[in-house]
């Protein structure tokens, strides 16, 4: 079966990066489609450019979110959900695009700036509904995990809300392309208050605690971290400009 991820990306300074570090992971694995939805009004020509010379299976999207959801760069990183209609068009893409009993496959939402070991592909690729593993570097703590007795998912060691559906990071999680199928109603949302959109999306696909599957040796496996870059202090532009008389060239792309 096919693994496809999507992924959301929006432009900044480090993107380029952050692309260029997933996307040399994502070439050791095989029978993958990456759905890479930029959040802007138009597909840029830098992902674009990125794109084609990836040697990754891939579509590109882009659809921008709205003015009044857009995270200001002052805003506390958790104030405004993020990737929400950009995931919702990649969802939409594979509704419209695969057929339920020609393509066989697995949906895996991914960041941009997370950090995945190429095992954790092979660890979904066989999911009956929804696979469940690990996540490190989440919540505050070193990793958050679903908590698996007797081989099943029964409550989640997370400090943050553990009492949400499914109290665990869009990194955590894998579902089968049948569900997505059979449940066409099933979007993100913009409304959902925050820490609620994995749950969100789970319960609107009518999956209950008993269809998780653990991965990862039972969960016990760190095999996804959810890293965030640093953003880079750009301070020294402007004064390269205003003491030297010249910034630097905006034509290279970085
Ligand atoms: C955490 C989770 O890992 C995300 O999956 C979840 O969407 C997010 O919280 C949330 O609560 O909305 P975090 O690392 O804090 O993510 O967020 P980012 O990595 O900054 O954003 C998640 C994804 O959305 C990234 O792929 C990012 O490129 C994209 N994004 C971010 C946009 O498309 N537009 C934005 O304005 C910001
Ligand atoms: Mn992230």
Request: charge should be neutral.
């Given at each position: 079966s096919t693994i496809y991820a999507i992924?959301?990306?929006h432009t900044r300074p480090e993107q380029k990066a952050d692309l260029t570090r997933l996307s040399y992971a994502l070439r050791f694995v095989r029978n993958f489609h990456w759905i890479l939805i930029e959040d802007s009004e138009e597909k840029t020509e830098l992902v674009m450019?990125?794109?084609s010379k990836s040697h990754l299976n891939y579509t590109h999207l882009s659809i921008p979110t709205p003015e009044e959801y857009k995270m200001k760069s002052r805003d506390p990183?958790?104030?405004k959900p993020r990737g929400v209609l950009q995931r919702n068009l990649g969802l939409n893409w594979i509704r419209q695009n695969l057929k339920p009993d020609e393509h066989?496959?697995?949906?895996?939402f991914m960041d941009d700036d997370n950090t995945y070991d190429i095992e954790i592909f092979e660890e979904m690729r066989n999911t009956k509904k929804v696979s469940v593993w690990p996540v490190a570097l989440v919540g505050d703590l070193r990793y958050e995990s679903p908590v698996v007795v007797r081989g099943k998912v029964n409550g989640w060691f997370t400090f943050w809300k553990p009492?949400?559906?499914?109290?665990?990071?869009?990194a955590g999680f894998a579902v089968n392309l049948d569900v997505?199928?059979?449940?066409p109603d099933a979007w993100f949302s913009l409304q959902v208050q925050r820490g609620y959109q994995e749950s969100s999306i789970l319960t609107s696909l009518g999956v209950k605690?008993?269809?998780l599957e653990p991965k990862a040796q039972n969960c016990t496996k760190i095999l996804v971290w959810h890293t965030r870059t640093e953003k880079t202090k750009l301070k020294n532009e402007e004064l390269m400009r205003r003491s030297y008389g010249r910034g630097s060239n905006l034509n290279m792309e970085i």
């Open positions: 992924t959301p990306t450019k990125f794109l990183n958790w104030l066989r496959g697995v949906v895996y009492e949400r559906p499914f109290a665990m990071d869009m997505i199928f059979s449940n605690m008993q269809d």
